[in-house]
């Protein structure tokens, strides 16, 4: 049975930073496309950033430059380093994984994911 945690959610004010990680248990993060989502109340869940097997890295141009998305393989562990962080990037922030399958060509469908986390909290105010 797989299960994704995330953890490191929290409230900062604007120009902070947080850590997210997420935890896989029952399958193997080197294999497929892994990514970090958020949904804030009444908008679609969008994706802000993936890494796929060939290390591979997408991000959305709202926080390009500012996060960075990075795997410790022998761990298991997803990460979404958020720097200078502003009040729109409130959100619940979650983890999405397709083993298998490079990240290329649908890295920001929710559809196209099998697994999801439980989703940790961000705040930021300004």
């Known amino acids: 049975q797989v299960h994704l945690v995330e953890s490191g959610g929290g409230s900062v004010q604007a120009g902070g930073s947080l850590r997210l990680s997420c935890v896989a248990s029952?399958?193997?993060?080197?294999?497929?496309?892994v990514a970090w989502f958020r949904q804030s109340p009444g908008k679609e869940r969008e994706g802000v950033a993936s890494?796929?097997?060939?290390?591979?890295?997408n991000y959305a141009d709202s926080v390009k430059g500012r996060f960075t998305v990075s795997l410790d393989n022998a761990k298991n562990v997803l990460y979404l380093q958020m720097s200078s962080l502003m009040p729109e990037d409130t959100a619940m922030y979650y983890c999405?994984?397709?083993?298998?399958?490079?990240?290329?060509?649908?890295?920001?469908?929710?559809?196209?994911?099998?697994?999801w986390g439980q989703g940790t909290q961000v705040t930021v105010s300004s």
């Open positions: 999405a994984a397709r083993p298998s399958l490079s990240c290329r060509y649908f890295w920001t469908s929710v559809p196209r994911y099998d697994y």
């Open positions: 029952g399958l193997t993060y080197s294999s497929g496309c």
């Open positions: 890494i796929d097997e060939d290390g591979r890295t």
